[in-house]
T-cell receptor, first 113, second 116 residues
Framework: DQQVKQNSPSLSVQEGRISILNCDYT??????FLWYKKYPAEGPTFLIS?????DKNEDGRFTVFLNKSAKHLSLHIVPSQPGDSAVYFC????????????FGDGTTLTVKP | NAGVTQTPKFQVLKTGQSMTLQCAQD?????MSWYRQDPGMGLRLIHY???????DQGEVPNGYNVSRSTTEDFPLRLLSAAPSQTSVYFC???????????????FGAGTRLSVL
């Protein structure tokens, strides 16, 4: 049973438009949700996070929305830039163990110039 | 600032061989973790540690051993390599930031392992 799901393996958008990446989860005990960005041959790097007590967190061009009742979160990138092309992973963890995260399978975002 | 350092970057093994993947962090983080990533899949947790001397199993621990004798180092041992262990391995570290914690993990660049 996959507890964190990213149902879209890939997404292609035009430069300057909005990119929306989605993530669903099943475990209501998750307290933190994070998005990581990964370029080829590199490790994932942290992008933005949201606590379960919030419904929105914004950082520059990146906004994460959390809908707890639907167990759904989304990452919005506005405006999208070619440098945003990467694999984006959604991850979730409990409050007490920062070393134990559950990851989705990732969405490959391609931003076309 | 080195962050999380993994060695080697690439490794080819024959079935049955053993080896140790090294991971070191210089951020004084309490938590360290090992993940594997297979093609088209996300990262799956192998083992993790909440501090020196304390380790626990993750989602896919079979065939792997870990120990943590210092805060800085968290090696992953493959006891008898199998083709199913062909994967990219990532080490991560993180800290418990209390009520304001975000549980952010900092990753190494990965070790690409092929088992023939």
């Amino acid at each position: 049973d996959q507890q964190v799901k990213q149902n879209s393996p890939s997404l292609s958008v035009q430069e300057g438009r909005i990119s929306i990446l989605n993530c669903d989860y099943t475990n209501s005990m998750f307290d933190y949700f994070l998005w990581y960005k990964k370029y080829p041959a590199e490790g994932p790097t942290f992008l933005i996070s949201i606590s379960s007590i919030k419904d929105k967190n914004e950082d520059g061009r990146f906004t994460v929305f959390l809908n707890k009742s639907a167990k759904h979160l989304s990452l919005h990138i506005v405006p999208s830039q070619p440098g945003d092309s990467a694999v984006y992973f959604c991850a979730a963890s409990g409050r007490t163990n920062a070393g134990k995260s559950t990851f989705g399978d990732g969405t490959t975002l391609t931003v076309k110039p | 600032n080195a962050g999380v350092t993994q060695t080697p970057k690439f490794q080819v093994l024959k079935t049955g061989q053993s080896m140790t993947l090294q991971c070191a962090q210089d951020m004084n983080h309490e938590y360290m973790s090992w993940y594997r990533q297979d093609p088209g899949m996300g990262l799956r947790l192998i083992h993790y540690s909440v501090g020196a001397g304390i380790t626990d199993q993750g989602e896919v621990p079979n065939g792997y051993n870990v120990s943590r004798s210092t805060t800085e180092d968290f090696p992953l041992r493959l006891l008898s390599a199998a083709p199913s262990q062909t994967s990219v391995y990532f080490c991560a570290s993180s800290y418990h930031g209390g009520v304001l914690a975000k549980n952010i993990q900092y990753f190494g660049a990965g070790t690409r392992l092929s088992v023939l």
